[in-house]
């Protein structure tokens, strides 16, 4: 059974660099790999995708090893309102079958 | 541009009735997914429609099921509701497909109750 695998929360610090990585062991060798954030009553919003190396947009930096088990979705300098819940999508093939599989989410929780 | 309309926002019902969920995308998305999120396990996809085709479909059963129109709006209906379907279940639209190859922008999601 593919797993995506998270860890449950972090804590940090204004200013901080916040770095949390996603486990995607079954990830299908042409999918890309996509980050979202979560709100409380709200629906996830896009923060970054990429493939494989590294990616960098205006919020958030993704790194992606060769053999793509695995992604770490850097935030530079989080802020308050960085607290959400973050999660990593995936497409993941397992016994044939095609299956978009999202993380477990991580519970990031920025400190004044 | 307006974005992803979920209706209706909240509703309740009882074990054994059907539910309807309706999703209006981004205007000139042709694309339409469902997900499923609960505290217990998390962001689950159902189903997603491409031009009025389910082209890709999660592990739900046969209880659960959607369409999409012609001018992308989507449904879907779970059927003989169990306590375990209370959940906010959530809409995306993108302009590209498949769903992970581009960016999904989701609606603010159904939050239905079954009692």
């Known amino acids: 059974l593919a797993k995506t695998t998270q860890p449950i929360s972090m804590d940090s610090y204004e200013g901080q660099e916040v770095n949390i990585t996603c486990s995607h062991n079954?990830?299908?060798?042409?999918?890309?790999i996509t980050w979202y954030q979560q709100f409380p009553s709200q629906g996830p919003r896009f923060i970054i995708q990429?493939?494989?190396t590294k990616v960098t947009n205006e919020v958030a930096s993704l790194f992606i090893p060769a053999d793509r088990k695995s992604s770490t979705l850097s935030l530079p300098r989080v802020s308050l309102s960085d607290t959400a819940v973050y999660y990593c999508l995936v497409g993941a093939s397992t016994s044939g079958t095609y299956k978009y599989i999202f993380g477990t989410g991580t519970r990031l929780k920025v400190l004044a | 541009k307006a974005g992803v309309t979920q209706t209706p926002r909240y509703l309740i019902k009882t074990r054994g009735q059907q539910v309807t969920l309706s999703c209006s995308p981004i205007s000139g998305h042709r694309s339409v997914s469902w997900y499923q999120q609960t505290p217990g396990q998390g962001l689950q996809f159902l189903f997603e429609y491409f031009s009025e085709t389910q082209r890709n479909k999660g592990n739900f059963p046969g209880r659960f099921s959607g369409r999409q129109f012609s001018n992308s709006r989507s449904e879907m209906n779970v059927s003989t509701l169990e306590l375990g379907d209370s959940a906010l279940y959530l809409c995306?639209?993108?302009?590209?497909?498949?769903?992970?190859?581009?960016?999904?922008?989701f609606g603010e999601g159904s939050r239905l109750t079954v009692l």
């Open positions: 079954n990830i299908a060798t042409n999918d890309y």
């Open positions: 990429g493939y494989k």
């Open positions: 995306a639209s993108s302009s590209l497909g498949p769903i992970n190859t581009g960016e999904l922008f």
